[in-house]
């Protein structure tokens, strides 16, 4: 079953933010399991509030990507650039297509 970790937080480094996951994009190229997609959301009603949501294979392969050490650093370096404490909500993907 799929699996999607939904990540709330605030920034006004968004730039910043971004470099961050390109500089992780190239050094985990060519690595296998970790998310399958992802979409970077704004806010319209709250400034500086964005939403991530990750897609996974599977829970199983969520942790996997979780337990890993590059994982952990660009976590911290997100967090860092961050407001406040970022909020995580994690889902079973019970049903998903497109509507057109």
Do not use: W
């Amino acid at each position: 079953m799929k699996f999607v970790q939904i990540i709330g937080f605030e920034t006004e480094r968004l730039e910043e933010m971004e470099q961050v996951l390109q500089e992780a994009a190239q050094r985990n190229e060519g690595r296998t399991g970790g998310p399958t997609h992802r979409m970077l959301l704004k806010d319209r009603d709250r400034p500086n509030h964005y939403v991530a949501v990750l897609e996974f294979e599977s829970y199983d392969e969520a942790m996997r990507n979780s337990d890993d050490p590059e994982t952990s650093k660009l976590a911290e370096q997100l967090g860092a650039l961050s407001i406040g404490e970022r909020v995580y909500t994690n889902c079973d993907v019970l049903e998903s297509g497109e509507l057109k």
